[in-house]
Nanobody, 115 residues
Framework: QVQLVESGGGLVQAGGSLRLSCAAS????????MGWYRQAPGKQRELVAE???????NYVDSVKGRFTISRENANNAVYLQMNSLKPEDTAVYYC?????????WGQGTQVTVSS
């Protein structure tokens, strides 16, 4: 089992920044992919960004140039630096990890961007 704990969410004004953190514990060997998803009220959960153990990244178009995902393999952590936040970025943000072919999810952290 892999446990994921997110932190760093909160309330910020449009144009501001937040940094989300996700710490992995448990059976963390062979985690080959980590990422961030988000779910706004009434909408489906969507991929925001993901990063492989080798450092390759992928972003949804709406956050390119504003968000940066990074990973510390030694600390089994993944981060999401969010700049130039917009009200449409408001959502619950979830950390996800893949170990082999099994996916694990964190409990989520709320990000609210006021206009």
């Amino acid at each position: 089992q892999v446990q994921l704990v997110e932190s760093g969410g909160g309330l910020v004004q449009a144009g501001g920044s937040l940094r989300l953190s996700c710490a992995a514990s448990g059976s963390i060997s062979s985690i080959n992919l980590m990422g961030w998803y988000r779910q706004a009220p009434g909408k489906q959960r969507e991929l925001v960004a993901e990063i492989t153990s080798g450092g390759s990244t992928n972003y949804v178009d709406s956050v390119k140039g504003r968000f940066t995902i990074s990973r510390e393999n030694a600390n089994n952590a993944v981060y999401l630096q969010m700049n130039s936040l917009k009200p449409e970025d408001t959502a619950v943000y979830y950390c996800r990890a893949r170990r082999g072919y099994v996916y694990y999810w964190g409990q989520g952290t709320q990000v609210t961007v006021s206009s």
